[in-house]
């Protein structure tokens, strides 16, 4: 799934490419024509996001004012210049501008909202590391009364929006933090830690549009350069890079959970 450097990227392009004109919003596969409907025409006047989600701002409320986009874990978009070619798979969403236009397929949520909703859909996100006025204080007071594993815990987009599965291993480790420790005893301390490496590592995500949490002198070459499986610290990866031992793999939130028990000191006998 999209973790949240990646809806930051494509709202940034997006904002880019579509801000201003007047949009051809149509839905080929059907399950989003009447919504379509709504918005086929108008001006776009923005695009944000917030965590995962996707926010497409028409600017005025009637008789919508924003097509809300959550990739899940298989929506995708597609880009093609004019004349766009003919729909291919189950599109949700086109979305045509002056010179580009973008085809959304498997979204979990693809809507026209208002104003009201877009408020209930933000209260529910705890802050975004990618939002400079976040305020980190709400996400340490949730994870300060929860008795929930930490690896667990920055799954919950109610906590901190916009971390997923990648990204809770690779802070988790790089603070050497261990991902079974209930979130109640993590200091304030650490967690300030914790925020200002979720920051940096999001931001180096927005800038290469994918998640990378090695440095530079570990990776041997510019970071530009790195194949996927040379990205990470101990996700997916067979061996840490600190000590050499193996890493261990199993399931915490639903999901697959990555960590070195010698480096993090934790054990799950």
């Not at 028409?58 to 978009?77: I, S």
């Not at 709400?138 to 690896?151: C, N, P, R, V, Y």
């Not at 603070?175 to 109640?184: F, H, I, K, W």
């Not at 261990?248 to 934790?266: A, D, N, T």
Request: hydrophobic fraction near 35%.
């Amino acid at each position: 799934m999209p973790e949240g450097h990646k809806t930051h990227f494509v709202a940034q392009q997006h904002r880019e490419r579509f801000s201003g004109q007047a949009i051809k919003v149509s839905s080929p596969q059907g399950r989003f024509r009447t919504d379509a409907r709504k918005v086929d025409g108008r001006e776009l006047a923005d695009v944000n996001a917030v965590g995962k989600h996707l926010f497409y701002d028409f600017g005025d409320e009637a008789p919508g004012r924003f097509v809300h986009v959550h990739l899940g874990r298989y929506g995708k978009f597609r880009e093609h210049e004019l004349p766009l070619p003919q729909p291919k798979g189950q599109v949700r969403m086109r979305f045509v501008g002056r010179d580009v236009g973008f085809d959304l397929t498997g979204p979990t949520a693809c809507r026209v909202i208002d104003e009201r909703e877009h408020e209930r859909v933000c209260k529910r996100l705890g802050p975004d590391p990618l939002d400079p006025k976040a305020d980190a204080d709400l996400a340490f007071a949730k994870i300060s009364k929860s008795k929930k594993e930490l690896g667990a815990l920055l799954l919950d987009q109610s906590v901190i929006a916009g971390t997923g599965n990648i990204f809770r291993a690779e802070i988790l480790f790089e603070l050497r933090l261990d991902p079974t420790r209930p979130g109640n005893s993590l200091t304030r301390s650490e967690f300030d830690k914790l925020w200002k490496t979720t920051v940096r590592l999001m931001k180096v995500g927005l800038k290469y549009d994918r998640i990378i949490t090695v440095s530079r002198a570990e990776a041997g070459k510019p970071l530009s350069q790195l194949a996927n499986d040379e990205r990470f610290r101990v996700y997916k990866q067979p061996r840490c890079l600190s000590c050499g031992s193996e890493i261990v793999q199993w399931e915490q939130g639903g999901r697959q959970m990555f960590g070195c028990g010698i480096c993090q000191g934790f054990s799950l006998d």
